[in-house]
Each structure stands twice: as structure tokens, then as C-alpha cells.
């Protein structure tokens, strides 16, 4: 992803929406819903400015290679943490490595100083509270990544591997033991499933934990009572 172009405001580095959406691998309506349904959390001057009037098209002017506000009445521009709201509030893979980069190329740090710094000290001092504001930014990051619930197509391989797996164990589709007693077996799975990774539903596996499930799957095999129970409805089909 190439890091979009600089702008400004109130001393400020901000993105438009349409710069924020491309970032992040969506479209301008996504982002214009997301704030829409959290907009109790956004704050003006904070998480973003709205532009309107003379201070849009000052704007506009300063801006013309970049933005068109011609057809627009208003203009959002979204501060670093407004940028991090979005990130959260969409909370895919894309917008996380997209917001970082954000935090390392875009809203750099030397940026955010007062210009010009009343006095040393101070400016120090901005610098040491936004880099632990990064710093806690990055580590939420890591931890909302680290915790993100697998995805549709890591939901349907888990839910193939374990029927496979499950009727590999009963003896095939055309087992009695399939006929007889699959629904019990699957369940039994599913519920030592869902055990051991401490879920309430395979769905809410983290990503993290996605390659231990399919091994967990692969390595699973029916208690003895159970395996038994197998056995005994199989070798039923053999009398017969």
C-alpha cells in the first residue's frame, strides 16, 4: 500500500474519508456507516474534523491536486486515532497492517510537535505522550489481532476437517454405526471441541488458535466407551 498524500489541518495530519477507505481496503460508504453507528464515540477535534463553508473550500484550495470539493457541503478529515476507531470498527487483517503502517509512515510522530515548540522541555513532553500513545495503540493492536474470531472460510475448513474426521471414525457414510449413532458422535466431538478451546461455538475461535484446531480435528480420535459403541454397531452389519 502506497502511503497517501500529506495534508494537514489545524496543524494536524489527517486523512479524508476516501483516503482512509482506500487505506483500508473499503469504500467510502463502509466508512461513512461505521461512524454513523458509533458516532457517541467519535470526538470532533480529536477523531476528526468536519469541514463546512469557507473552512471547505480554504481547503479545497490548498488541496486542489488532492481533494475535490466542488459537489461536497462537507468534509470529513480523520485524526491518527479517528484512524484507529475505523481500524476497530472494521476489524480485518487489512485495516489492522493498513493502520500501522498509518502510525509508522503517515502520522509520524515528528509531525505532531508543536510548531514552534513554546520551549524544549515541552516539546519534549509531546513527544514522550505520543510515543506511549502509539506504544498502547500497538499493543491493543496486537491484542485485537491476536483475538479475532476465524473467518467464514477458516469457519467452513474446520466444520469439513471435523466431519471427515468424525466419519472416518464411525467407519464411513455407509457404516450402521453412521446410521446409528453419528449424530451422538458428533456431538461428543463438538462438545470436546469447544472444551478445549474454551468457546462456546467453533466460530469463536481466534485466528490464532486456527492451525491448532485443524490439528486438534486431525488428531482426534472417540474415547474408548465410545469407540466400542462403534465397534459393536459395525461388527452388527458384519453378522448380518
Known amino acids: 500500500m502506497n502511503t497517501p498524500k500529506i495534508m494537514e489541518h489545524n496543524g494536524t495530519r489527517i486523512l479524508t474519508t476516501a483516503q482512509l477507505a482506500v487505506s483500508y481496503g473499503t469504500d467510502n460508504r463502509r466508512i461513512s456507516e461505521n461512524f454513523n453507528s458509533n458516532k457517541h464515540r467519535y470526538k470532533e477535534g480529536k477523531h476528526f474534523f468536519l469541514l463546512e463553508g469557507q473552512d471547505l473550500k480554504d ?34 487483517d487489512e485495516a489492522w497492517d493498513a493502520y500501522e503502517m498509518l502510525v509508522d ?18 516539546a519534549l513532553q509531546a513527544a ?22 476465524v473467518d467464514s472460510l477458516q469457519q467452513q475448513e474446520i466444520q469439513q ?3 471427515s474426521s468424525i466419519i472416518q471414525a464411525l467407519g464411513g457414510s455407509d457404516s450402521l454405526a453412521y446410521q446409528q ?25 481466534p485466528k490464532s488458535k486456527h492451525e491448532e484446531a485443524i490439528r486438534f480435528i486431525k488428531l482426534w ?10 465397534d459393536s454397531c459395525n461388527s452388527q452389519m458384519r453378522f448380518d
Do not use: C
Not at 194 to 199: G, H
Not at 222 to 229: I, L
Open 161 to 163: 476437517e471435523a466431519k
Open 105 to 122: 509512515e503517515y502520522y509520524n510522530i515528528k509531525d505532531q510537535l508543536p510548531s514552534p515548540p513554546q520551549s524544549l522541555e515541552l
Open 181 to 205: 449413532i453419528s449424530r451422538k458422535v458428533f456431538s461428543t466431538f463438538w462438545n470436546e471441541f469447544k472444551k478445549y478451546f474454551k468457546v462456546p461455538r467453533y466460530g469463536d475461535i
Open 59 to 92: 481547503f479545497g484550495k490548498q488541496y486542489a491536486n488532492s481533494v475535490s470539493v466542488e459537489r461536497v457541503s462537507k468534509l470529513y478529515l480523520w485524526t491518527e486515532k479517528g484512524a484507529w476507531l475505523h481500524a476497530k470498527s472494521l476489524n480485518t
Open 128 to 149: 514522550l505522550e505520543h510515543e506511549r500513545e502509539i506504544k498502547n495503540i500497538k499493543s491493543d493492536v496486537d491484542y485485537l489481532k491476536g483475538n479475532m474470531r
Open 221 to 230: 480420535r472417540p474415547a474408548t466407551s465410545m469407540q466400542m459403541e462403534i
